[in-house]
């Protein structure tokens, strides 16, 4: 190896040029973290090319790879902005799960709950995607999905529950329950990370069998000619981690 190269080499591996580097990407628009395992864990093109760029260098700090990747954070935010990821924009997240479902497990066995998760799976995820949903990710006998509208998303629910009631697995009928959300939660990778993704998931814990509860942010999307809603007082009250104190929250139903 030549001396200028050596030098060269030296030069990228500096503590002091990688920290430079690392202090000028937080100035830059994006995640200045894009390029860590969750950040880059997405299925869009800067994303990609970050997991494919990482497996080309080793696990040494090196100037040259912070400034690729902040040339794919520059990439990503650029992405988001025109529509090509997910960003800041207005959501409706959906959470649904399974009332009973690991109790039963337990006494059914890993065969039985295998194939009623999976046509639990052939019931639910049809209507989300029809209704221009996407699955964020799935949660055992549950899942996480983003709708551009909160009327998508209950209709969806709706959809799903009636595809539900043909689902019957060694005597267990499964009930579904759903919350839904309105927010911006924070795009980060293939996952959406935030207040409002906990808003919904508390939500959901706390819905009764059979029941979708709404947040008043997800209530204002909801038509009301064709969603009954009555206010859930318990909420106005009583603390529940991980939901804000002023939240108001709705069962909805169909009417």
Known sequence: MSNAAQRLGEADRGHRAVELIRRLRRALPGDPGFGDPLSAAGRDSAGTVARIADRLFDDQPRASREVGLGVLQ????????????????????LFTDLVGFSSWALQAGDDAALALLRAVARAVEPPVLQHRGKVV???????????????????????????????????????????????????L??????????????????????????????????????????????????PVKGIPSDLVVYAASPR
């Not at 689902?167 to 839904?180: E, N, Q």
């Not at 819905?207 to 942010?217: K, M, P, W």
């Open 74 to 93: 520059v990439w990503q935010a650029f992405a988001e902005r025109t529509g090509r990821g997910a960003g800041d924009a207005e959501v409706t997240i």
């Open 137 to 187: 990710k799935r949660l055992g006998d549950g899942l996480m999905a983003t709708f551009p509208a909160p009327q998508l998303a209950f209709d969806a629910v709706q959809v799903a529950r009636s595809r539900l009631a043909d689902v019957h697995i060694d005597g267990y009928r499964p009930v579904c329950r759903a919350a839904l959300h309105t927010g911006r939660p924070r795009a």
């Open 189 to 238: 990778g293939g996952d959406y990370l935030g207040v409002d993704v906990n808003i919904a998931a508390r939500l959901c814990e706390k819905a009764a069998g059979d029941e979708v509860l709404v947040s008043d942010t997800a209530l204002a999307g909801l038509d009301p000619e064709l969603v009954r809603t009555r206010r859930k007082k318990s909420f106005g009250w009583a």
